[in-house]
């Protein structure tokens, strides 16, 4: 069964830093795109950033320069390093495969509060 379990969320304050990680089961995460969301209450999920199987990146305007996508092949992980975290951060993180079929994480929660 595939599965993308994600992990490292929590709450931090504003200024502060997590990593997150998916780490995936049967499928492998350097052969296709994988990318990070985001959904914050009330809001569409939204694009954070990709990694291609080239190790391309790509990342949202209101992340750039604060966030970093990395995968470890060997360990068949994916990793979105946040710093300079802001509370507008704030949204539940999806992990995502993007193959000829999709698949999802099941989130972590990034609380970015004082």
């Known amino acids: 069964q595939v599965r993308l379990v994600e992990s490292g969320g929590g709450l931090v304050q504003p200024g502060g830093s997590l990593r997150l990680s998916c780490a995936a089961s049967v499928i492998s995460v350097s052969i296709n795109t994988m990318d990070w969301y985001r959904q914050a209450p009330g809001k569409q999920r939204e694009l954070v950033a990709a990694?291609?199987?080239?190790?391309?990146?790509m990342y949202a305007e209101s992340v750039k320069g604060r966030f970093t996508i990395s995968r470890d092949n060997a360990k068949n992980t994916v990793y979105l390093q946040m710093n300079s975290l802001k509370p507008e951060d704030t949204a539940v993180y999806y992990c995502?495969?993007?193959?000829?079929?999709?698949?999802w994480g099941q989130g972590t929660q990034v609380t970015v509060s004082s």
């Open positions: 995502h495969y993007r193959g000829y079929n999709d698949y």
């Open positions: 990694i291609t199987p080239g190790r391309n990146t």
